[in-house]
């Protein structure tokens, strides 16, 4: 059973309460047990799906925030995709999630978001290859080795150290979100922005 996908059929078997079970508050649970099944359904799988509309929306809620309002640039790349350089005099907010075809392939389907980071104008390295190896911290090839938990919600048959990079060029889009130099506070407040409304599925893992 895939959660998201099968629960609406669940919901519609919840019988309607008679006068009886009115009676007796049947009625207010199912109503809890409905509200809480579609908050499960809409809410268990965050993807990223409208790039324009995310920036939009950050640009109404970043009123407050310092050094607001400057300049967001965007870049999405469709699996596959080859690693990308940094642009000069640019830091960035990252998204790697699953490819249109991947996610089709996959229960947690196309857009699922699998991290969501960060880069100052100096980490040209940290945006443009670390993430797919083993040798720096908290890469995103790592933790998709280390929690296998993860691989039949992502459709991984097998991968291992060594073909790690090839499964992430061939499978996984990436968005950019790029921010003038300069502009820390709304870098910051930014990627927060980002994780909160698409999830980030390796958020914390090492």
């Known amino acids: 059973m895939v959660p998201g996908r099968t629960l609406p059929r669940a919901i519609a078997s919840i019988p309607e309460p008679n006068a009886r079970q009115l009676e007796r ?29 995310l920036v939009s929306d950050f640009s109404l809620a970043a009123a407050l925030v310092p050094g607001w309002p400057c300049p967001i640039r965007t870049e999405l790349l469709r ?7 940094l642009p000069a005099g640019f830091a960035a907010v990252y998204v790697f999630a699953l490819g249109q075809e991947a996610g089709v392939r996959a229960p947690a389907g196309p ?8 880069v100052s104008i100096a980490s040209g ?5 670390q993430h797919y190896g083993p ?33 992430m060029l061939a499978n996984l889009d990436r968005v ?31």
């Open 79 to 85: 699996a596959p995709h080859r690693p990308p350089q």
């Open 135 to 167: 040798n720096a911290p908290s890469t995103l090839a790592k933790s998709l080795v280390k929690y296998r938990v993860l691989w039949p919600w992502l459709g991984i048959a097998d991968i291992n150290l060594q073909n790690v990079k090839t499964w």
């Open 111 to 118: 857009g699922a978001v699998l991290k969501v980071g960060k």
């Open 25 to 53: 508050g049947q009625a207010c649970r199912r109503t809890c047990i409905l509200l809480a099944a579609k908050v499960y359904s809409v809410y268990s799988y965050p993807v990223l799906t409208d790039v324009s509309a």
């Open 176 to 206: 950019h979100f790029y921010v003038p130099a300069g502009h820390p506070d709304v870098l910051s407040s930014l990627e927060v922005y980002v994780r909160a409304r698409v999830g980030s599925a390796f958020e914390g893992a090492a």
């Open 125 to 129: 390295a940290r945006f443009s290859y």
